[in-house]
């Protein structure tokens, strides 16, 4: 008798424990999908063919580079290879973890390690993070030589960036066109709507720390306004991007949560160094003094930023504070410009991508028409902006650089160096010296040396003035209260989509 009672009480337990979810979160009540607001839509699909930020954000979780980095402590760790020996300066060893699959199932492989970096070399976008590569060769299965054409202190750290993840060869040769479809990262592509959104799945079988969700949809919301409201309104569980402007309205909100940290983002006016134009130092002399760059601060980002002088964010390797540029001088400006072989000015078109971009090129826009230089601003998305740049039509332009990791070498090769005319370098600069120092820096061991050979390089930046570094910002999203294991990184390129998770 009563064994049937205790029968009848653990089944009617049982069935509580289903509807209630005691043993777990009950899958009828779960929330397994959490939707982000992203500020701008991708230029494609293939990992390498652009070096964006917004891209970026799918390549980190999708694929896996062979080695990760905690921003928090700034240190490197195992990805793909499970250990690393460096054998001489030159020349690298890997071990790859053995029974990683990706997401088709296939094993990963070090001739696959190969074909990524040989890929990656090819490619309009990434190649000037292995620039350095000489040669990458197969040991065995899970073991890879890289060697260097010279000594490069920042190889590791290149090998971090999700712009030299690796793919698997066999699939990416049968199935061209599909690039996003096969990483081994924490997340499987399902779906891109051009304009409208990308979504990804939790890769259950993932060799690492699991995703917090089972499903993330990043939303294309360029309106700083909309994503706010869509916020405030649960239309969206995260807003990626808050504009400054509307951080007291979240704060005031018991539902929501903001996040900030100091940004390692640089944004600068761009100009096309082949135009006649830009071509005339007096002119971009004129432009650097003209430009009020805490007058953008003000406006723009409530005061939540630093003017800048230097493409490196102050929490990059060898930022060097000491170099200020040219200061806010209207009187120095229009005497440059009367030097110029335009003295009475000239007009010309300015491109944005996103709405904060639209607001800089609006203030720089009446700050230009001063010195006479009218600007007519044009506002088009990722792809047409890149496709523009190659073929040398951007007369000026807003652009931003998020540091990868934090060696100098990422932002000064990617965004001048001679060899990137078109791709990462859309200002055309090209510089023979330039590049013979970039090379040199990348070789220096000694700290002292290679802050000098940075700070030099920094200071041709700021004297020559080949693009305009303006200010960094204070990074801040915003999420619901539910929405946990968010953190801003402090110099990284993208927030840790992957570890956010719902909590009740």
Not at 26 to 35: I, P, Q
Not at 154 to 175: P, R, Y
Not at 471 to 497: H, I
Request: net charge negative; with cysteine; proline share 5%.
């Amino acid at each position: 008798m009563k064994s049937c009672k205790l029968t009848r009480f653990l089944l009617i337990l049982a069935g509580l424990c289903l509807i209630l979810g005691c043993f777990g979160v009950s899958s009828a009540n779960a929330k397994t999908e959490l939707v982000i607001a992203m500020d701008e839509d991708i230029a494609g699909l293939d990992p390498f063919a652009q070096n964006e930020t917004i891209s970026n954000v799918y390549t980190t979780i999708i694929y896996d580079p062979l080695l990760k980095v905690d921003f928090w402590t700034n240190t490197i760790k195992p990805g793909l290879a499970e250990s690393w020996e460096m054998i001489s300066p030159t020349e690298y060893l890997f071990k790859l973890r053995p029974n990683v699959k990706f997401h088709n199932g296939a094993d990963l492989k070090a001739s696959d390690v190969k074909f990524s970096l040989e890929r990656v070399a090819a490619s309009a976008g990434m190649a000037p993070k292995v620039a350095l590569i000489s040669e990458v060769q197969v040991v065995d299965d899970l073991t890879v030589r890289i060697l260097l054409k010279n000594p490069y202190t920042a190889i590791l750290n290149v090998l971090t960036f999700c712009g030299t993840s690796i793919l698997n060869e066999e699939f990416v040769k049968a199935n061209p066109n599909r690039y996003a479809h096969n990483g081994t990262g924490p997340y499987i592509f399902r779906e891109w709507i051009s304009g409208e959104s990308i979504t990804v799945d939790r890769n259950d079988n993932y060799w690492g720390p699991k995703g917090g969700m089972q499903t993330l949809k990043f939303v294309c919301m360029p309106e700083a306004a909309s994503r706010t409201i869509a916020l405030e309104t649960g239309d969206i569980d995260v807003n990626s991007t808050m504009a400054a402007i509307d951080i007291p309205k979240i704060k005031a909100n018991p539902n929501l949560e903001i996040y900030d940290n100091v940004s390692g983002k640089v944004d600068y006016l761009g100009v096309n160094l082949t135009s006649d134009y830009f071509k005339d130092r007096n002119v971009r002399l004129a432009i650097a003094h003209a430009i009020d760059k805490q007058e953008i601060i003000d406006i723009l980002l409530e005061g939540r930023g630093a003017p800048m002088a230097s493409i490196l964010g102050k929490g990059q390797d060898n930022h060097d504070a000491s170099i200020q540029g040219y200061p806010f001088d209207l009187k120095k400006a229009k005497e440059y410009m009367a030097a110029s072989a335009f003295p009475k000015g000239f007009n010309a078109n300015i491109y944005a991508r996103r709405e904060d971009q639209n607001t800089v090129a609006q203030i720089l826009q009446a700050q230009l028409a001063e010195i006479g230089i009218n600007i007519k601003i044009e506002r088009v998305e990722s792809a047409i902006y890149l496709n523009l740049a190659k073929s040398k039509q951007l007369d000026m332009f807003m652009g931003s650089w998020q540091p990868a990791h934090t060696d100098a070498d990422n932002p000064m090769r990617s965004l001048l160096v001679s060899n990137r005319a078109g791709m990462t370098n859309l200002v055309w600069h090209q510089n023979p010296d330039y590049d013979k120092w970039i090379d040199h820096a990348a070789t220096i061991v000694d700290p002292t040396e290679k802050q000098a050979a940075y700070s030099n390089i920094q200071q041709y930046i700021a004297d020559e003035c080949p693009l305009f570094p303006l200010f960094s910002e204070m990074w801040t999203c915003a999420a619901k209260k539910q929405v946990k294991g968010v953190r801003v990184p402090p110099a990284g390129e993208t927030l840790p989509y992957h570890l956010f998770y719902w909590e009740e």
